[in-house]
């Protein structure tokens, strides 16, 4: 699945809708006119499928300790003192 995107007509970028679905989907959806408040510009944007896009998440690879399971909850029991200098 990816976001379902439009460019604002103020700034020309590309702003999410917060919609995702897939690209088959929003292919077959019907010309209605829908609206959105733009984050980039504050502007409402009225907008149609076609002239919508799917911008498909990207993968981007992990730091070593980023993830579930390496937040605060977990850690800092064995008193290591890293911080010490």
């Not at 699945?1 to 929003?26: F, K, Q």
């Not at 959105?36 to 981007?60: N, Q």
Request: hydrophobic share 25%; glycine share 16%; aromatic share 2%.
């Amino acid at each position: 699945m990816g976001a379902v995107m439009i460019r604002c007509p103020r700034t020309g970028r590309a702003v999410s809708t917060e919609i995702e679905t897939e690209p088959s989907v929003l292919s077959r959806l019907p010309e209605v006119a829908s609206r959105m408040h733009c984050p980039l510009c504050g502007e409402e944007h009225v907008w149609t499928a076609s002239e919508a896009w799917i911008e498909e998440p990207t993968l981007v690879p992990r730091k070593p300790g980023d993830g579930p399971g390496h937040g605060s909850s977990g850690g800092g029991s064995d008193g290591g003192g890293s911080n010490n200098k």
